[in-house]
């Protein structure tokens, strides 16, 4: 028996204790649902930030990555998932955009994001970590707790 409780009844539970995210993401990744301490990373059209703090000890946490939704290149693709996964992190919400789609929905480690284009992203390094980042009506803060499934995404205040 899982100790997994759905977003829906958390909300029910906990209510104002924690904010709904409004973006519609697609879940991607192979874990529909997943949770963890939030780690931050702030870059537009650029993943060498994201992937070296996805290179380091996850440790069950969920980088937000706030790409502006921006959709004309991906910031994650199947290495950069896969690096998560050897990592240790649970999750991935990125807005913006990933490539791998199909790789990606095989990996055990939950991913969402609004959606795919096969365009790479540069890699210069820009952007900043572990910053309050917000979208979809939500801040997002290092350290509160996410929670994710397929009816979306819950974060504390």
């Known amino acids: 028996m899982s100790d997994r409780i759905s977003t829906a009844d958390l909300y029910d539970e906990r209510g104002d204790e924690l904010q ?3 973006t519609q993401f697609l879940n991607l990744g192979g874990n529909a649902w997943f949770s963890g301490p939030v780690r931050t990373v702030r870059c537009h059209r650029d993943n060498a930030l994201l992937k070296s703090i996805l290179g380091t000890p996850g440790e069950g946490a969920v980088l937000v990555v706030d790409g502006g939704g921006a959709l004309e290149s991906a910031l994650v693709g199947d290495i950069i998932a896969q690096l998560g996964v050897d990592s240790g ?19 055990p480690i939950g991913l969402k994001a609004l ?4 365009q790479k992203s540069s890699k210069t390094g820009a952007g900043e970590a572990d910053v309050p980042v917000s979208f979809g009506g939500v801040t997002f ?6 929670f994710s499934d397929e009816d979306g995404i819950l974060v504390e205040h």
């Open 141 to 146: 803060r290092p350290g509160a707790m996410l």
């Open 20 to 22: 709904s995210v409004s």
């Open 115 to 118: 959606g795919s284009n096969p």
């Open 89 to 107: 992190w649970a999750g991935i919400v990125v807005h913006g955009v990933i490539r791998d789609r199909v790789v990606i929905g095989t990996l």
